[in-house]
Nanobody, 123 residues
Framework: QVQLVETGGGLVQAGGSLRLSCAASGRTFSSYTMGWFRQAPGKEREFVTA????????YYADSVKGRFAISRDNAKNTVYLQMNSLKPEDTAVYYCAAVQGPYSAYVEDYNYWGQGTQVTVSS
């Protein structure tokens, strides 16, 4: 069982930066692929990025490639999402998710979810 808690959301102007954190409980955190998803009002939840259990492999949606960076610290049971050059279209609730398996960009593959944190980018 893994419990996830996201922090770090907020309001930022376009072009600014935010860093989200996701703290995980559970002794087997290091065995999980960790992902970030987001959901804007009226839209489906979509994949943003993921990192494999060791942190050596990362995956990004085309819309955030070059602007966002995912990382993890297994000693702290925490995964991070550094978001730079934010755009109004990045506005969404951001969710941290975990799957005990290989990388996936599909919502239905992830077993555990955080409660989400709001990111609002003003123009």
């Amino acid at each position: 069982q893994v419990q996830l808690v996201e922090t770090g959301g907020g309001l930022v102007q376009a072009g600014g930066s935010l860093r989200l954190s996701c703290a995980a409980s559970g002794r087997t955190f290091s065995s999980y692929t960790m992902g970030w998803f987001r959901q804007a009002p009226g839209k489906e939840r979509e994949f943003v990025t993921a990192v494999n259990w060791r942190g050596g492999n990362t995956y990004y949606a085309d819309s955030v490639k070059g602007r966002f960076a995912i990382s993890r610290d297994n000693a702290k049971n925490t995964v991070y999402l550094q978001m730079n050059s934010l755009k109004p279209e990045d506005t969404a609730v951001y969710y941290c998710a975990a799957v005990q398996g290989p990388y996936s960009a599909y919502v239905e593959d992830y077993n555990y979810w955080g409660q989400g944190t709001q990111v609002t980018v003003s123009s």
